[in-house]
């Protein structure tokens, strides 16, 4: 079992930066692809970015690459989403989510909300 805390959100202007951050709980932190979601007001929840496990590999949606970052640090059982040259369409709430290695994102935090000014 994996429990998610997210924190970090806020309001900030166009062209800024804010960096997410997901606590995790459970001691195998380290074998959990770990990702971000997004959901904004009257549209699907979607998929921002993700930090596998297998070969340290990442992947992006198409409309953050090269805006959005993800770390994580397995010490501090964390994963952070560093955003920057935000915009407003950027405004959501984000879900930090984890997936065992061959599984399905089965573990969601509670969300955190981000929201742009233009």
């Known amino acids: 079992q994996v429990q998610l805390v997210e924190s970090g959100g806020g309001l900030v202007q166009a062209g800024g930066s804010l960096r997410l951050s997901c606590a995790a709980s459970?001691?195998?932190?380290?074998?959990?692809?770990m990702g971000w979601f997004r959901q904004a007001p009257g549209k699907e929840r979607e998929f921002v970015i993700a930090?596998?496990?297998?070969?340290?590999?990442?992947l992006y949606a198409n409309s953050v690459k090269g805006r959005f970052t993800i770390s994580r640090d397995n010490a501090k059982n964390t994963v952070y989403l560093q955003m920057n040259s935000l915009k407003p369409e950027d405004t959501a709430v984000y879900y930090c989510?984890?997936?065992?290695?061959?599984?399905?994102?089965?573990?969601w935090g509670q969300g955190t909300q981000v929201t742009v000014s233009s």
């Open positions: 989510a984890a997936a065992p290695i061959s599984g399905s994102w089965n573990y």
């Open positions: 459970g001691r195998t932190f380290s074998s959990y692809t």
């Open positions: 930090h596998s496990t297998i070969g340290g590999s990442t």
